[in-house]
């Protein structure tokens, strides 16, 4: 139990301190200052900063996985999933301009993909459409909102997401369902 909790406070602090600088001046000195807890500590949970970093997108993806809800639309469980995200908008700036921009890369791409490929499958329930269609459907929208969410860091985050999100939503609305029927009946013709 008390792992845990140095654990979770070592990542706590470490995103704190992510939400005031940029990666490349946070050092191991600081979070044990801050967590007060000594060096050797801190190494026995981590073998450095990106080992917290990959950790705490782990965990995030993880807690998108369990909170999964099939009753919400694509673009509602999008923005349940990208909420740590969104409340650290300044940590995943820093992050995305250091060197560790592709383990953020990873973490957005995991999140596209796994709510892509719930919201596909849910979709395809009572339809006969092939496996690699859905494949390609699943990686079309990961690949998208994956670039999207990465210009929006990018050029500073000044979009509200939620708002682009709807509006996304509602350009695109049934497409994902009609691209499963297209499937299902290019399957009975084949």
């Excluded at 801190?42 to 999964?68: K, R, W």
């Excluded at 210009?151 to 509006?167: A, N, T």
């Excluded at 369902?177 to 009946?185: C, F, G, I, Q, V």
Aim: some cysteine; glycine content about 2%.
């Amino acid at each position: 139990m008390a792992q845990q909790y140095t654990r979770k406070v070592i990542r706590e602090v470490f995103v704190q301190m992510l939400n005031e600088r940029p990666l490349s001046k946070i050092t191991v000195k600081d979070i044990v200052n801050e967590c007060e807890i000594n060096r050797n500590t801190f190494y026995y949970y981590y073998p450095d900063l990106y080992a917290i970093l990959a950790e705490i997108f782990q965990t995030e993806l993880q807690t998108v996985i369990e909170e999964y809800n099939d009753t919400l639309s694509w673009e509602e469980s999008f923005l349940a999933a990208t909420k740590f995200a969104l409340e650290n908008k300044i940590a995943i700036y820093h992050v995305y301009n250091s060197i560790q921009k592709e383990e953020l890369e990873k973490y957005l791409f995991n999140v596209a993909g796994n709510v892509m490929t719930r919201y596909v499958e849910d979709a395809s329930k009572d339809l006969k459409a092939s496996g690699e269609d859905k494949r390609l459907i699943v990686s079309f929208y990961q690949s998208a909102l994956t670039e999207m969410l990465l210009h929006w860091i990018s050029s500073g985050m000044k979009e509200d997401p939620p708002k682009v999100i709807h509006r996304i939503g509602l350009l695109f609305d049934g497409n994902i369902a009609l691209s499963l029927e297209r499937s299902a009946k290019l399957n009975d013709s084949w």
